[in-house]
């Protein structure tokens, strides 16, 4: 069965870095494009970037040039680099695959 677990997430201080990463497992990884979500309290959950089968990119106006998405297709994994974060930032932040969700990983920004 496709599983989509998500590590990395933590409490970290306006302008830190945090690396997200997304394990997935029961299905053909390097078929598939992949995503990150993410969902604030209180917000929709919002499409923070993608990354196709060949690698190519896209992200969400807010976080262009400060995070980056990235794929090992060896390891089965996707990644999300997130650097200068703001408080805005705090979020659960999600996998995706489609129709698969990961459960969830929360990231705190805050002083």
Do not use: H
Not at 45 to 65: C, H, M, P
């Amino acid at each position: 069965q496709v599983q989509l677990v998500e590590s990395g997430g933590g409490l970290v201080q306006p302008g830190g870095s945090l690396r997200l990463s997304c394990a997935a497992s029961g299905f053909t990884f390097s078929s598939y494009s992949m995503n990150w979500y993410r969902q604030a309290p209180g917000k929709e959950r919002e499409l923070v970037a993608g990354i196709s089968r060949n690698g190519v990119t896209t992200y969400a106006d807010s976080v262009k040039g400060r995070f980056t998405i990235s794929r090992d297709n060896a390891e089965n994994t996707v990644y999300l680099q997130m650097n200068s974060l703001k408080p805005e930032d705090t979020a659960v932040y999600y996998c995706y695959r489609i129709n698969y969700w990961g459960q969830g990983t929360q990231v705190t920004v805050s002083s």
